[in-house]
Structure formats: C-alpha cells, structure tokens
C-alpha cells in the first residue's frame, strides 16, 4: 500500500505538471517587433557599445592620470623612508659607539681617580714621614747644640778655673 500512496502522488503531480503546460500552450503568442524599430534598437545597441567602449577608455585614461601623481607620490615617500631609515640606523650604529666610548671613558676616569687617591695618600704619608723626621734631626740637634753649650761652658769654665790656677 505505501507504493500506491506514493505512486498516486506521483500520477498527480505529473497530471497537474501536463495541465500546467496545456494552459501554456493555449497563450496567445506576442507581437513581434516590427523590422524598422529591430534595426533602430540594433542601431542604439551598437552606439551604446560604443559609447561604453568610449566610456571605459576615457574611464582608463582618467584613472592613469590621477595614478601618475600618486605613483610618484609613492615612489617620493617610499624613497624618502628609505633614506630616513637608513639615517635613524646611522644614528643608533653613532649612539651605539658613543655609549662605548663613554662608558670606557667613566671606567678610565674611576681608574685615574682611584690613582689620584693613591698618589694623594702616598703624598700625605711621604710628607708626614719628612716632617717626622725633621722633628726628630730638629729635637736631636737641639740635644746636641745643648750638649755642646753645656760642653763649651764646662771647657770655658775648666779653661777659665785652669787660667786661674796657672795664673796665681
């Protein structure tokens, strides 16, 4: 049974699909276009292509006008990016080179300042060392000027009690 149901279906489709075209064909046919009006029609047609073929060109032509400038442009902008590139890496390699030699120059200049330090203290130390003992040649010279007074006053006074002796 579910064939026939679906047989019968089919057989009723296909019977409206057939109406359908039976009413098609009883339509009546349109007029056809009269010989003059085809020729102009074609006529409008072939001007209209020509008038596209026209249009495209001058399309063509405008858009390579407006396109020169800005290719150009481009060309102009593209080279000047190239060339500040070129100058910023110029600049980076420069910066690159000068924070060396700064830093070399900070590291030369801690070294020149740890042998001022030295120098100064080695200074300091000679000059202390030149005033001690300068004391020291200073206090024993004096011991020794005082000796030799306490020596010349005792020769004075044996020469003078010697002088005295001799003398009466």
């Known amino acids: 049974m ?3 149901s679906t047989s019968s279906s089919m057989v009723q489709r296909l ?3 057939a109406a359908n075209y039976i009413k098609g064909l009883q339509r009546e046919c349109p007029e056809s276009v009269p010989y003059t009006l085809a020729v102009y029609n074609t006529r409008s047609l072939s001007s209209s292509s020509e008038n596209k073929e026209t249009l495209m060109r001058q399309t063509s032509v405008a858009s390579n006008l407006p396109a020169q400038p800005l290719s150009s442009s481009l060309q102009e902008v593209d080279s000047k990016a190239a060339y500040n590139y070129a100058e910023c890496r110029a600049l980076h390699k420069q910066l690159v080179h000068s924070s060396a030699i700064r830093s070399k120059g ?3 200049l801690q070294a020149a300042d740890e042998t001022i330090k030295q120098l100064q ?3 300091t130390t000679t000059s202390n060392n030149y005033t001690k003992q300068l004391s020291a040649m200073s206090d024993h010279l ?3 000027n005082d000796k030799l007074l306490k020596q010349t006053d005792e020769l004075e006074g044996l020469r003078k009690s010697k002088g005295k002796r001799w003398g009466k």
């Open 121 to 123: 203290d080695e200074l």
């Open 106 to 108: 900070i590291q030369e």
């Open 142 to 144: 004096c011991e020794v």
């Open 15 to 17: 019977r409206l699909r």
């Open 2 to 4: 579910p064939q026939e």
